[in-house]
């Protein structure tokens, strides 16, 4: 086994300990690869659980389940410090907005809204996110803690990058901002200074809290942004596109190659030793006229791919393998939706199945009509489908409060999901999760939708609900009704309302399927 | 650390009635039990039996029988607890389990109660396979495997733990994972 470039064998690396990038890792057997991978993970467990915060280290003051220990930055709107997370066992990063920033007029509601829809996203290259709340009247973000360098100080401290390596940092900025982009985000602050390199080589875009929907990136942080990497729409003061994170991502990579910025549109690229095509996939990024930039982050991504030639197919490792997948689905997304009704108009009729399960010490067991649900019992949604499909499913209560169950922040599950058989909500780092049943003498309704394209209308919907809803306990089931929509009938009216404002998405039988469930719950067995 | 404090020279001793001995070895190897165990007992479970006290009484009941107990060198006293150990966490989680504890948590998303937190944070069928695989190993090469990766000792630490060299025991420890993970690979 070897680890091209890094010298000694994997095996002795990883035996003293050493950080190792297990996406450029490579062996003769794929079996042997995986296998030291595997044990990668057990090592890492156990000094993570057996680990406890340092109770020398600084505490600041605690801000709900965290213990803030040290302030690492501050802008205008935001601190950001480093803090940890009991529950996870971990160091997180946690941005809090400062009170003057909602003085003057950057909502609190808005901030934490971007919060919970980068939770959703779950891509390696992009920052982890892992929620969003307000605890003693500040409202903060928190993510994964990385340890490592940001690209500004690597090219500072070590000069510039080769074009190889170069375009190996931009395909994994492109696997990150197709998943922002496919979210329905805009990144808006593309730069060497916002992307890290971990210790072990993954690279990870970061800054998410710049990030938004483009009203309201473009409302609160058009200011903020740094001039070089604008695009000249964006300098004219043009609404934020994603072609514009793409102009900022060439601008990033042009400055890895070379130290310097673009200046006046003009590249400076055609140099001895920088690859020819990787500079042409780099200059058409850069094109001032968005229609002539890539038409996404995943057709970037196959021209620097396509100038590495070999290079990358030759990467091959385990989690190599996970990242591919992952550009598959991204690029499933970004196509579009025009691109995607003329793909699933050439499939047979859609066929997904769908069942509300119970989940009990001996496995799983369906809900059928009647079905006996207590407080306690613990409930799961079991999916088969032959294409990506789209999971919404959302609970009424007696008292009329509906909630969201799926998609939710935090979860590393997220719409599409992966064709195939899946179980939501799914586990999370290892972690087997359940809706649980936890109030009793009630009468509630479960909805289930699928569909085989997003939602738009559905999903603008659910962005706008309390999102606080989210914490709420969630409860039993009994009664399946039909589909289509036509057929379901829906007691709540809080869920009657939200089918009835989407009912022209949902009633599209070819592409969308809608499950019901009526139940009582009962007190604990 | 001297050279006469080395877990066979102080298992003789406590073996011949040295009580000193035996309170050194409870102090060698219980912080290092503790942190190990910290994440093997089941949430359901924690609150029933501390997952602390449940190591310091086999530590001490097994320190209490150390007349019994034949040490075969190369760190397979370390071995041994770990193994007495993980064998009595899983009879708490059977006892547990067949007593039907009731799950309180309230949350709109819960963790799989009946795992722990290493079965969470590795996966229960990868955590199976690897202990699987780690059984099927010699001796020697799983006590060099447990030390190194489960209780993260240095080689200078393994090295006295086993009589050798820190070289020697580099060269050893690289031998027995690969040839774990030649097992690990196999299986899958």
Known sequence: M????????????????EPIDWSRATANDDALLDALYTLDQVRAAYQRIGGTPDPR????????????????????????FRAWDAGLATPVALKLLRPEAAAAGLRSEDFLHEGRLLARISQRNVLRVYGAAVHDGRPGIWAEWIEGRTLDAIVEGDGAFADREAAHVG??????????????????????????????GRIVLADLGAA?????????????????????????????????????????????????????????????????????AIEHALSPKPQRRPASAHAFATALRAAIGGDASAREAPVRRCRTT?????????????????????????????????????????????????????LELTLASDRPTWAYVLNEDAAGSMHVL?????????????????????????????????????REEFVVVLADAPLARLEERLAALDAAAIDAPQRGVARISGEPLANVSVQGRQLAALLSAASAELADARHVRVLAYHFETRASR | MLAEET?????????????????????????????????????????????????QVTLFRVLKQIGTFEYGGAGSFLAYLRSTLLNLLRNEIRRVARRGQSLELDEALVEDETASPLEQAIGRERLERYEAALEALPARARELVIMRLEFDMTY?????????????????????????????????
């Not at chain 1, 070897?2 to 300990?17: A, I, N, T, Y």
């Not at chain 2, 090295?159 to 196999?186: F, H």
Request: charged residues 25%.
């Open chain 2, 7 to 55: 877990t066979a020279f102080l298992l003789d001793r406590a073996r011949g009635g040295d009580d000193a001995a035996r309170d050194r070895l409870a102090a060698r190897y219980l912080p290092m039990l503790r942190r190990w165990a910290h994440g093997r007992l089941p949430p359901s479970t924690r609150d029933l039996t501390d997952t602390d006290d449940l190591v």
């Open chain 1, 406 to 442: 799926f998609p939710l922040a935090g979860l590393r599950r997220a719409n599409p999901l992966p064709q195939g058989e899946g179980v939501l909500p799914g586990d999370q780092d290892g972690r087997a999760l359940s809706w649980q049943v936890s109030s009793e003498g009630g």
């Open chain 1, 57 to 80: 280290g600084p505490r600041l003051f605690p801000w709900g389940p965290l213990v803030v220990q040290e302030k690492i930055g501050s802008g205008a709107s935001a601190e950001v």
């Open chain 1, 326 to 378: 992952l550009i598959v689905a991204a690029t499933a997304l970004a196509l579009g939706l025009a691109a995607f009704a003329a793909w699933t108009s050439r499939l047979p009729a859609w066929q997904p199945q769908a069942q509300l399960v119970h989940r009990t010490a001996d496995g799983r067991e369906a809900l059928r009509d009647g079905a006996d649900l207590r407080v306690g019992d613990r």
């Open chain 1, 2 to 17: 070897s680890v091209p470039g890094h010298g000694p064998d994997l095996v002795d690396r990883f035996v003293d300990g």
């Open chain 2, 156 to 188: 200078e630490d393994i090295a006295n733990e086993v009589q050798s060299t820190p070289d020697a025991v580099r060269m050893a420890i690289k031998r027995a994972v690969e040839a774990l993970a030649r097992s690990l690979g196999n299986g899958a």
């Open chain 1, 212 to 280: 938004g929907t483009p009203d309201v990136l473009n409302a609160s942080l058009r200011t903020q942004a740094t001039p070089a990497y604008l695009s000249p729409q964006s300098r004219d003061g043009a609404p934020r596109a994603a072609a514009d994170d793409l102009y900022a991502l060439g601008v990033l990579l042009h400055f890895l190659l070379t130290g310097t910025y673009p200046r006046d549109g003009r590249c400076d690229l055609r140099r001895p030793g920088i690859d020819a095509g990787v500079a042409g």
């Open chain 1, 171 to 200: 395909l994994e900025l492109c696997a990150a901002l197709a998943a922002i982009h496919a979210a329905g985000l805009v990144h808006g602050d593309v730069k060497a200074s916002n992307v890290l390199r971990a210790r072990g």
